[in-house]
């Protein structure tokens, strides 16, 4: 046994300090970012911010939505063969930049892969997504599809250090997802004690991707448009957003009344409710790690997305940067025994 002593943050344990600036407006601050992918050689735009692959957030009608105001999607691994072709025959020209297929390591998932890029070749992301990335197989898997897809881009996770996002760009990766346990209906770190904090994990996991010229997500964690701006701050390329996310019109599940007031079901997807619709239930070795939890509805996803949005902006412009790339050099984090005032939080 070994103790690390440095002490690991999450979003709690910090804020962003604010530095003089010549900005005078929001409105002057670009949230677009420009990424190249090292591995398929290939060249993205858009804003930096994604809806994960949960059955409850990153739907087709998601997907319509954010794609509309550049933000990206990674669609939950559970429409069949038949639904993708539908849904891809009567999309938008140019979705194909905002959306990518979640696909796990078995043999299963990867004849659907196929099956699903057979019919819509335009498809060009990929997110290959276990809970534990630390894995032979998982490694081996994503340099299969590597060499099956040269240009396709490959999201790989997850994973939270730096010698595992190392391996997996060296496997073929172009975008190594980070985040063990941080996500609001994850109980990984209950049921295994196995995690680490989201803010340590972004910056650590970011400069070994950078160094190599990969990308990193943030996945999991952020409550707050403060968060998100945290996780960027941290040198997070993309972040992505489960809980936010959740809860709209355009989140899956189904609006349920309760005392008068209308809410959504979320629920993580190693949950027993997942695993109940979708493999059965829980089979006998494992238990589950997610959460079931009931949402209010929140309207649609655009006023939420313009909330966060208007964040970031704002988080730019306290410490004078003009582009959301600029953030992670403009940013100082402060440690902290505090976050907001909640004398009014009900
Ligand atoms: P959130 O934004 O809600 O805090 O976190 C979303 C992330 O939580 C997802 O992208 C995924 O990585 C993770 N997640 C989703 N479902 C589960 C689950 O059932 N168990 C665990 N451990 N993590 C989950």
Not at 2 to 29: A, N, W, Y
Not at 58 to 83: P, R, V
Not at 229 to 245: E, I, N, R, S, T
Not at 265 to 283: H, I, L, R, W
Request: net charge neutral; aromatic share 8%; proline share 3%.
């Amino acid at each position: 046994m070994r103790i690390e002593h440095d002490i690991k943050l999450g979003f709690k344990d910090v804020m962003i300090r604010p530095k003089r600036s010549t900005l005078k407006s929001r409105s002057q601050v670009t949230l677009e970012r420009e990424f190249n992918f090292l591995n398929s050689n290939s060249n993205w735009k858009g804003v930096p911010i994604m809806a994960a692959n949960m059955d409850t957030v990153g739907t087709f009608e998601m997907a319509l939505e954010l794609s509309q105001h550049k933000l990206f999607t990674a669609i939950h691994k559970h429409y069949s063969i038949e639904e993708w072709n539908k849904f891809l025959s009567e999309a938008p020209d140019g979705l194909e930049d905002y959306i990518a297929i979640s696909t796990g390591t078995g043999k299963e998932d990867a004849l659907k892969l196929k099956a699903v890029f057979k019919s819509n070749p335009k498809l060009k992301f990929i997110c290959i997504d276990v809970a534990n990335g630390y894995s032979e197989h998982f490694a081996e898997f994503v340099n299969q599809t590597r060499n099956q897809y040269p240009d396709k881009v490959i999201i790989a996770g997850n994973v939270v250090t730096g010698e595992m996002v190392e391996q997996l760009i060296l496997s073929g990766a172009d975008i190594v997802k980070v985040g063990i346990g941080p996500g609001s209906v994850c109980t990984t770190r209950v049921k295994t004690g196995v995690g680490y904090p989201q803010l340590s994990a972004i910056i650590e996991c970011a400069d070994a991707a950078h160094g190599l010229g990969g990308q990193i997500i943030s996945d999991g964690g952020c409550t707050t448009p403060g968060d998100v701006a945290k996780a960027f701050g941290a040198g997070a390329d993309f972040v992505m957003l489960g809980g936010m996310f959740a809860g709209h019109t355009e989140s899956g599940g189904e609006l349920v009344l309760r005392h008068g007031e209308q809410y959504k079901q979320f629920y993580g997807m190693s949950s027993s409710t997942a695993m109940d619709k979708y493999v059965g239930g829980v089979a006998e070795y494992r238990a589950s790690e997610g959460k079931t939890v009931e949402v209010p509805y929140k309207g649609d996803v655009k006023d939420t997305l313009q909330d966060i949005l208007g964040g970031l902006r704002s988080t730019c412009t306290y410490v004078g940067a003009q582009r959301l790339k600029e953030l992670t050099k403009r940013t100082t984090f402060i440690r902290v025994a505090e976050q907001e005032n909640q004398v009014y939080n009900s």
